[in-house]
Structures are given as structure tokens and as C-alpha cells.
């Protein structure tokens, strides 16, 4: 005679009869629940679904740098700006002396507000500083040649400096008396 285990489980049997009921649902008083949870299983037999699980592979790194890249320039161009202020373009104003209209770029003198150009020009240059400065880590690899060092560092010198000064003269353009 064998010895009853203090844990006894249902064998699958394939039988989804009354084995297969947990400890939990046997405690429920309603006969219909019952019928409804055994019914169905006495006759039908669910399906062996053979289903495959997409595979998902992950972006290459240039695509998920390339896709930062993109989301820093829109988000630093004031994007989010552009598409709830909706302002032009660009600019026009009148020239005193000879009445002719000339387009602006820069909306001088209003720290909040800017022009579409201006914001997509300003994260130009913000951007080319990034660039810069990943263009210098790049310049420090060992493994590189010497040439290619030298031409990285340039460049990266090179976009840091012309990113500083432009926008600094963009700085100066919007707010006319700033740092003097």
C-alpha cells in the first residue's frame, strides 16, 4: 500500500475534469460556476497552438545615435515651441528710409519668442558643437592613426569654436545690450 503525500496534485492526463480543479475554486458554493468551469472541458479539447513569438532585433548603434542626434536638434530648436505657438517663418520689418520691406531673421529684443529660422538655425549650431566635442573624444582613441587623430581634433576644435562664436552673435542679435 503506498503512502498518501501531504501535497497531492493532479496528474495530467490529459483529463480536464474535476482533477483539474485547484483547492481554491472547489470552495465556491455556486453550482452554476461549477457546471460552467467543467461543462465546456468534458467535450472540448483547446487547440496546441504551435505560435512563434516575433523576433526583435535590437537598431545598430549608428541608427540609435543617428535617431538622438535628430531628437537633440528638434528638442533644442524649440520644436515643441514651433508646434503650439505656430510663428512664421520669418520675420519682415520696414526700413525707415527707404520704406522697403526686409526680411529678419532674429526676433530682437523678445527672449520668449522666436521665428522658426531662428530656432532651426541656433540648434544648427548647438549641434555642430556636440558634434565637435564628439569629434575631439573620438581624436583621443589610441588605436587610430596619427593622421586621422589629427584630422578628428581639427575638426572638433574647429566646429566647437564656430559653434561658440555664432552663437554668441546670435545671442547678441536677439538681446542687443548683452554682456556690455
Not at 501535497?7 to 458554493?29: C, E, K, M, R, V
Not at 467535450?43 to 535628430?70: G, H, I, T, Y
Not at 522658426?116 to 566635442?133: C, P, R, T, V, Y
Amino acid at each position: 500500500m503506498r503512502a498518501k503525500s501531504d501535497n497531492p496534485q493532479p496528474q495530467a492526463t490529459g483529463d480536464y475534469s474535476t482533477s483539474s480543479l485547484s483547492s481554491a475554486t472547489t470552495t465556491s458554493i455556486d453550482p452554476i460556476y461549477h457546471i460552467l468551469r467543467i461543462l465546456p472541458f468534458s467535450f472540448l479539447r483547446p487547440p496546441r497552438l504551435r505560435l512563434k513569438l516575433p523576433s526583435l532585433s535590437l537598431p545598430s548603434p549608428n541608427l540609435v545615435f543617428a535617431f538622438v542626434l535628430l531628437t537633440y536638434f528638434m528638442v533644442v530648436s524649440g520644436i515643441v515651441y514651433d508646434i503650439i505657438v505656430e510663428p512664421p517663418g520669418i520675420g519682415s520689418t520696414q526700413d525707415p528710409y527707404t520704406g522697403a520691406v526686409r526680411p529678419v531673421v532674429f526676433m530682437s529684443g523678445r527672449v520668449n519668442g522666436q521665428y522658426i529660422i531662428e530656432g532651426l538655425s541656433s540648434g544648427f549650431m548647438f549641434l555642430l558643437g556636440g558634434i565637435g566635442i564628439i569629434l575631439l573624444d573620438l581624436a583621443l582613441d589610441r588605436n587610430r592613426p596619427r593622421t586621422v587623430k589629427s584630422s578628428y581634433a581639427a575638426a572638433g576644435i574647429s566646429s566647437v569654436v564656430l559653434s561658440y562664436v555664432m552663437s554668441m552673435l546670435f545671442v547678441r542679435i536677439k538681446i542687443p545690450a548683452y554682456l556690455r
